[in-house]
């Protein structure tokens, strides 16, 4: 069980727009620690999608983005392309652990 | 380049040993924590251990205190970790990984290796 629940999979046609959720506590998002986002493709180290919350590194397209709000956060991707078919994790910090660096569990995105 | 190579993996009996190098290049590796993070197959990151950059403080996952013990060579550019007792539930890619600030111990990860595979079978 995860410290940050993401829904297990999302789907979407291309050029559809998906959001896929990340639900926290107060001990993390909710304490106001920032939400990142990363980016698995099959067969691959993750990738740093969206750090601080909403803010994209040098390269990720701007098809990409996240919020946070209270416990939770968001990363919205527009305009879905075949490409982004691709598990995405979202990670925080949480002060109750000894090790309060969190990962979500995993969201599949299928390219339908 | 900033870049960061894992090495060590392998094949391992239960109980049995291993330790894993991070060479680190392209950036001052002495001014970042470094961190460890695996993935089971199929399944996803799990958050594994941190250092601080001078390496006088550690931190580690429940699942692995006690028996991971993660240091670093500042000299060599080079990030350990020293797994001992190790269980089928350890078999993972382990990947180094590198915050995208010195300074920061709450920032994203933006640098990671291509991780080393572990596989704790008999």
């Known amino acids: 069980q995860s410290v940050l629940t993401q829904p297990p999979s999302v789907s979407g046609a291309p050029g559809q727009r998906v959001t896929i959720s990340c639900t926290g506590s107060?001990?993390?998002?909710?304490?106001?620690?920032?939400v990142h986002w990363y980016q698995q493709l099959p067969g691959t180290a993750p990738k740093l999608l969206i750090y601080?919350?909403?803010n994209r590194p040098s390269g990720v397209p701007d098809r990409f983005s996240g919020s946070k709000s209270g416990t939770s956060a968001s990363l919205a991707i527009t305009g879905l392309q075949a490409e982004d078919e691709a598990d995405y994790y979202c990670?925080?910090?949480?002060?109750?652990?000894?090790?309060?660096?969190?990962f979500g569990g995993g969201t599949k995105l299928t390219v339908l | 380049e900033v870049q960061l190579v894992e090495s060590g993996g392998g094949l391992v009996q239960p109980g049995g040993s291993l330790r894993l190098s991070c060479s680190a290049s392209?950036?001052?590796?002495?001014?970042?924590?470094m961190h460890w993070v695996r993935q089971a197959p199929g399944k996803g990151l799990e958050y594994v251990s941190a250092?601080?950059?001078?390496?006088?403080?550690?931190y580690y996952a429940d699942s692995v205190k006690g028996r991971f013990t993660i240091s670093r060579d500042n000299s060599k550019n080079t990030l350990y970790l020293q797994m001992s007792s190790l269980r089928a539930e350890d078999t993972a890619v382990y990947y180094c990984v590198r915050p995208k600030a010195s300074s920061g111990w709450y920032d994203a990860f933006d640098i990671w290796g291509q991780g080393t595979m572990v596989t704790v079978s008999s």
């Open positions: 107060s001990s993390n998002i909710g304490a106001g620690y920032d």
């Open positions: 250092i601080s950059s001078n390496g006088g403080s550690t």
């Open positions: 392209g950036f001052t590796f002495s001014s970042y924590a």
């Open positions: 601080g919350n909403s």
């Open positions: 990670q925080s910090y949480d002060s109750s652990l000894s090790a309060p660096w969190v």
